[in-house]
């Protein structure tokens, strides 16, 4: 694919972003921040029956083109080839940035993955909240950032500081 083409379809996810909006039934609520440039996402997810697939999922957010569009353009993937949740805790970040467009998203690693990790930790929460009932105990406060992203209760206060 050439880099025009890579551009408009992220300016087209931009301007029109799939699957965004809260969920207002969402099993999980994730938010997610680059503290470098301030870029905020909360992934809503809902497991499907099967506590395998994702039932639904979208986001929320504010932030650069590269973000956004990102995020828009995971949730389609994600949605579209009814993924399970191992599977998209199989993603690649780099994998990510090359669908993107490595020429043009490489300044900005971070910004292009902020969606892919933000997913992947509301997966994370999803299982382990099913794991924690399945076993009777609560889940524990308190998250682990990632590779300079946060993820979790403060991840938009943290995104905003400088």
Known sequence: M???LQIQILLDHY????????????DVAMPGGNPGCGDVVTV???GAEDHEHIGEVSYEGEGCTISMAASSMLLEQVVEGDLTMDEVLEFDYNE?????GRQIVASRPKCATL???????AIRRYQQDKRLAEAGVSRPKGSTPE???VFGEGAAEAAHKD
């Open 2 to 4: 050439d880099r025009q």
């Open 15 to 26: 301007q029109k972003p799939r699957h965004r909006g809260a969920l207002e039934d969402a």
């Open 147 to 149: 590779e300079g992203l």
């Open 115 to 121: 969606g892919l990790g933000t997913l992947k930790a």
């Open 96 to 100: 990510m940035i090359d669908q993107l």
């Open 44 to 46: 809503y997810l809902k």
